[in-house]
């Protein structure tokens, strides 16, 4: 073959790898459009009557270059919320028109995409209602109290065309009035403006009679819109919250939006993270004791803190995404473990909990992971890929095969960051791997990867962290807390409860059933027969109840045998199981005795007070 061809050759190669993406890049862009020459796209959405749950949504598309047939997708998830949800099931009274009110050709070619034969026209108008009953954080709900909703879960796009920019216009009911965190258009009474798709599906509205108030940190407003009745002081929430985005605007620098927005609906409890907003649920009479409204602030500075890390601070395939499929990852570890992490770190430096309370929860969660089997089945990348399939959709054998990329996360990033912090004689911490990501990656327009993210923290260690990322974060290992605890004079302790007797099956009592919820892999239970779903009758032919199960026991010791009694799909079988011997109980993070200076310099440093043993 010619030299001068195989040149060409090469170059043909370079140009076409060059042009190709990857499924997911290559659904968001559709087709390259240049910026000056997009459709301009308005949504009008309505609420007439309220008691049906129907949110009505008018779509107008005015593009000089319409196909003859254009694509429109419903997304079928919320982002931060990694479960597929199908949205378009709600979607109903489906129509398209032209401007004079014309009936336009549409087929439906998918689960969640509508076709529209423009005919070459300009301009065409679609109108649809969607069913709206269902509050969280990530789904919508109208009723006679309000209106909220998740544009992702009630929107349409051009296929294409995520890149357009957007307008929205809400006609509330009655005298509602409209939050968002989405810019007002200038003139136009409650209508607003998003540069593209991505920002508008990540922007949540609230429509009602809401309270409302504002602060200010660093000179930037932060609003609370707040619906519902309880046990809240919302003067109290303002002040404090505003102490908890300074502690996170302390580890960058800075605030990273122009403003912010905080939607609190009193039902339920959870929340999700958005660009410029967070959209909240707490049960209405959640704020007392203190202890509840401790929780209540944590909830706030986990949702908060997104605004850096997940928002901006982007893992690999999380932005732009793709909304009609799957966007695996394995750093939600990072994305929400970090994140949880964080939550505490915040309060601690806010002066909400004291260095003992944060050291209680931390041990709180290694007791609770130390309870599940699953550790040895599933690594945090693991669960983080396999988000998508498992962690919405637990069963009774989750705890045998699965571990929260929440929990476990904020674990081994609150133990990364005592390592970083050990390793670099203080000098640095997990503070300077995410100032560096927001730096280096955000601002650089870059998304991260789980070797960038190693990377980084061995650069803020000083050294080689290969063995711990193995370990704990690809690999299934035990951790051994105390080699990282013990460089900061702590040590992990249990309660040894091996001479008591232990079945160790998890039971719920209903009523006067005592049912199996789930069994533990290595429980006496376990080995010995019982299953999920069994209700318990008796032991040794006793009515059995919970209470009477834990005194009975009482009296028992490791090694005894006893009969169990159990319904089986309705059938009577009886179990001889043999006790084995209860796993530690309550752990806790204590001082070792007579902490070298090293020791009581980095506990010092962390704490802001001095380590006493």
Same mark, same amino acid.
């Given at each position: 073959m010619k030299k001068g061809f195989c040149l060409f050759l090469i170059l043909i190669t370079i140009f076409v790898m060059h042009k190709r993406v990857d499924a997911q890049r290559a659904y968001n862009k559709g087709f390259?459009?240049?910026?000056?020459? &997009?459709?301009?796209? !308005?949504?009008? *959405?309505?609420?007439? +009557?309220?008691?049906?749950? &129907?949110?009505?949504? !008018?779509?107008? *598309?005015?593009?000089? +270059?319409?196909?003859?047939k254009l694509e429109l997708v419903m997304p079928v998830w919320t982002p931060g919320s990694y479960l597929i949800r199908e949205y378009a099931r709600h979607v109903q009274d489906f129509n398209a028109e032209d401007k004079q009110g014309k009936p336009l050709p549409w087929r439906k070619i998918n689960k969640n995409t509508w076709q529209v034969d423009t005919a070459g026209l300009k301009e065409f108008f679609v109108r649809y209602k969607v069913y709206a009953n269902e509050l969280t954080v990530r789904t919508n709900e109208l009723n006679s109290e309000h209106a909220f909703w998740n544009n992702s879960a009630l929107l349409l796009h051009p296929k294409g065309f995520l890149n357009a920019p957007v307008k929205v216009k809400v006609i509330p009911y009655s005298n509602w009035k409209v939050a968002t965190a989405l810019p007002s258009v200038q003139g136009e009474n409650n209508t607003f403006y998003a540069e593209n798709f991505d920002i508008l599906y990540d922007s949540p509205f609230e429509v009602?009679?809401?309270k409302e108030i504002s602060f200010e940190v660093r000179g930037v407003i932060h609003r609370w819109v707040v619906t519902g009745e309880g046990n809240y002081d919302l003067k109290?929430?303002?002040?404090?919250?505003?102490?908890?985005?300074?502690e996170s605007a302390k580890i960058f620098g800075e605030l990273p939006y122009k403003n912010y927005l905080f939607i609190l609906n009193l039902r339920g409890r959870g929340g999700l993270e958005h660009l410029d907003?967070?959209?909240?649920?707490?049960?209405?009479?959640?704020?007392?004791?203190?202890?509840?409204y401790i929780d209540f602030l944590s909830l706030v500075a986990h949702e908060h803190f997104h605004a850096w890390n997940v928002k901006r601070i982007r893992p690999d395939a999380?932005?732009?995404?793709?909304?009609s499929n799957e966007n695996y990852t394995k750093l939600l570890w990072v994305a929400e473990g970090a994140t949880s992490y964080y939550e505490n770190v915040i309060l601690l430096r806010a002066g909400f909990i004291s260095p003992k309370q944060f050291l209680e929860g931390r041990a709180q969660q290694i007791e609770a992971l130390q309870s599940r089997p699953g550790r040895f089945q599933t690594s945090l990348e693991e669960a983080s890929f396999d988000a998508w399939i498992k962690y919405y959709r637990q069963d009774e054998n989750s705890i045998n095969n699965q571990i929260s990329y929440y929990d476990k996360g904020e674990i081994v990033n609150f133990l990364l960051d005592l390592k970083i912090r050990?390793?670099?004689?203080?000098?640095?911490?997990l503070d300077d791997v995410f100032v560096y990501l927001y730096n280096e990656f955000y601002k650089k327009?870059?998304?991260?990867?789980?070797?960038?993210?190693?990377r980084i923290c061995e650069i803020m260690a000083g050294k080689s962290l290969e063995d711990f990322f193995a370990k704990y974060v690809r690999g299934k290992?035990?951790?051994?807390?105390?080699?990282i605890l013990n460089e900061f004079g702590l040590k992990l302790v249990k309660s040894n409860r091996d001479t008591e007797a232990f079945i160790g099956a998890n039971l719920s009592q209903q009523g006067e059933r005592l049912n199996v919820t789930n069994v533990p892999t290595g429980t006496p239970a376990y080995e010995y027969g019982l299953n999920a779903g069994d209700q318990i009758v008796a032991i040794d032919g006793y009515r059995a109840s919970q209470q009477f199960l834990q005194d009975y026991l009482s009296e028992k010791k490791p090694g005894d045998k006893i009969k169990l009694t159990v319904f089986r799909f309705d059938r009577l079988i009886d179990l001889d199981v043999t006790l084995g011997s209860r796993p530690p109980g309550r752990y806790r993070i204590v001082p070792i005795e007579k902490p070298n200076e090293r020791q009581q310099t980095l506990y010092r440093n962390y704490f802001g007070e001095n380590l006493i043993s």
């Open positions: 390259q459009v240049k910026a000056d020459n &997009l459709p301009d796209i !308005e949504f009008v *959405i309505s609420m007439s +009557k309220p008691w049906t749950h &129907l949110l009505e949504v !008018e779509m107008r *598309i005015f593009y000089d +270059k319409m196909p003859s009602s009679d809401f109290k929430i303002a002040k404090d919250s505003a102490k908890l985005v300074e907003s967070t959209a909240l649920q707490w049960d209405r009479f959640g704020f007392k004791p203190s202890s509840r999380l932005g732009p995404f793709d909304y050990a390793s670099s004689n203080g000098e640095k911490s327009g870059k998304n991260y990867t789980p070797g960038d993210y190693q290992d035990e951790i051994d807390y105390d080699s």
